[in-house]
């Protein structure tokens, strides 16, 4: 499944500000642009080598979903997301992915259930795991149960969701990678199985247990 970096690379067509809307929201759930920082619209597009106009474009739709938020002097700040809004996040996202894989049971291919299972086996054999291949194989399982869905809107929302979580990585939370692909393969094994009822709960654990680790971590800061 195509990375965020891989679609500004290959979709020439996309709009100035959509491309620089995608770039700032890949530093963004990377954390190379971490909470905190100020992004003043005059010096990104000056970074950025484009006109003020697509940047301010870029920006108050990332306003507009949450990632940054609006400072005296108009200048826009990178946000630090609560524990309430993460829970928040996590409990919309437990009831949108349970919808999605119930949705989704009979409509993903074999095959790509089989592509999926083996990118997680692949990871859990790894002597050193990569944050960036382990975003990436969970990106594919969570992105083909939103896309069998077949709703648009839910696939839509969940994702853009799950992105706000992005922050809490396999560098951030090294207990949910083994825990958090066990989870995976019960997932795959109740859509395989074609039990929507056992699927749903395998999504319901598994989004716990991410919120439960992100609840720790922040209680330890």
Known sequence: MRTAADAIL???EKSLSQQIYDRLLTMLIQRELPAGT?????KLAEALDVSRTPAREALNRLETEGFISRQPGNSMIVREFSVRELTEVLHLRGLLEAEAVSLAIGRIPAEELDAIEAGVRRMLEAEKPDPLEDWKVDTHLHGA???AAGNALLAKMALELRLKTRMFNLTHMPERFRVGHGEHLKIIEAIRAG????????????????????IRKLSEV
């Open 38 to 42: 100020v992004l003043q619209e005059r």
């Open 195 to 214: 039990d929507r009822e056992a699927a749903k709960t395998a999504v319901h654990d598994h989004i716990d247990g991410v919120k439960g680790s992100i």
């Open 145 to 147: 149960i939103a896309e």
């Open 10 to 12: 290959q979709a020439p």
